[in-house]
């Protein structure tokens, strides 16, 4: 499916600190005057600052998404099953796969995370910019002491300080984007922010110590059917090369773009969209259709998206 472009969603949120955050840069500096962690850093406005690595963002996500789907659905392929799967990527060998060479039984055979964020046989579906300050927003940069634990004992091991950047002010923009979704998969991505945003887990060094709690603020949502156009009174979305239409309404995920058979080769669910309350329009060049989400309102898209979660999960059509 990476071969053909149905349906992309982009999320354009802010990150805030909910105290002090830090994403270490990895290696020490050769100031002797900064501290011994330090926050990493890029070139970003015609200056350096710091800001949170799209790969740091999508590592605590997928991780978040595969605890979701472990805890409602299973942690290991079971053929008797059609409840969601999440493997252990770090440490399955994929045997599963072995032999394998069709793309389509590929993705359908991969476990649910896989099949957005991606394995050693197919591509992600999910990309995560970085997320860089608000220059409206002044960034509040400190340094804090801390000590080395001993593991075995439990009592600090004697000489062993150390300091640290932390991050307790200021907003970080970033985006995500979501391709040839399908709504269960939109819907996970929604119930993940949620729960970064209610402090469920963190982002960053020292999440049991305090940091790396955040609040997320959806600023916007747009979800876009390239391949689409508006009939002549605007009232359904037609797909170009073929006879499928729908309502201007409509929120579709990529099985309603394929056929029968297509999407059973995939194991695309079909049907799989959603009335909403948002009205189709065009995008930009006046070719393409697109619905958009504004600030206050991106939560409706993912209570829509989660709808078609829970009937995954429960086996309703």
Not at 16 to 38: N, R, V, Y
Not at 289 to 299: D, H, I, R, S
Request: aromatic share 10%; charged share 25%; net charge neutral.
């Amino acid at each position: 499916m990476h071969k053909r472009f149905v349906n992309h969603c982009t999320i354009d949120l802010t990150i805030i600190p909910d105290g002090p955050i830090l994403i270490k840069s990895g290696k020490e500096g050769a100031d002797p005057t900064k501290p011994d962690m330090e926050f990493v850093e890029t070139y970003h406005a015609g200056g350096r600052s710091i800001y949170l690595p799209g790969s740091s963002l999508k590592g605590a996500i997928r991780a978040h998404a595969e605890r979701i789907v472990r805890t409602v659905g299973r942690d290991r392929r079971d053929t008797n099953s059609n409840l969601p799967w999440a493997n252990d990527p770090l440490n399955d060998k994929y045997d599963y796969l072995n032999n394998v060479t069709s793309t389509s039984d590929i993705y359908k055979l991969s476990c649910f995370t896989d099949q957005m964020f991606g394995n050693t046989s197919i591509a992600s579906r999910v990309r995560i910019e970085d997320a860089h300050p608000d220059s409206s927003q002044p960034l509040r940069i400190e340094t804090r002491n801390g000590v080395a634990i001993d593991r075995v004992f439990g009592s600090t091991i004697p000489g062993a300080l150390f300091s640290y950047e932390a991050c307790t002010a200021g907003e970080f923009k970033t985006k995500i984007h979501l391709k040839n979704f399908t709504l269960a998969q939109l819907g996970l991505i929604g119930l993940v922010l949620r729960d970064l945003n209610d402090g469920w887990f963190g982002l960053g060094f020292a999440k049991s110590r305090g940091l790396g709690t955040v609040e997320v603020k959806l600023n916007q949502a747009v979800v876009q059917y390239p391949g689409c156009i508006l009939s002549e009174d605007k009232q359904e979305i037609h797909a170009l090369g073929s006879e499928n239409k729908w309502s201007k309404t409509f929120l579709l995920g990529v099985g309603e773009f394929l056929q029968a058979e297509d999407a059973k080769l995939y194991a695309f669910a079909k049907p799989d969209y959603q009335d909403t309350p948002v009205a189709a329009q065009a995008m930009d060049l006046g070719f393409g259709v697109q619905l958009v989400w504004q600030e206050g309102k991106v939560n409706d898209l993912f209570e829509r998206c989660v709808r078609s979660w829970s009937q995954l999960l429960t086996g309703a059509k």
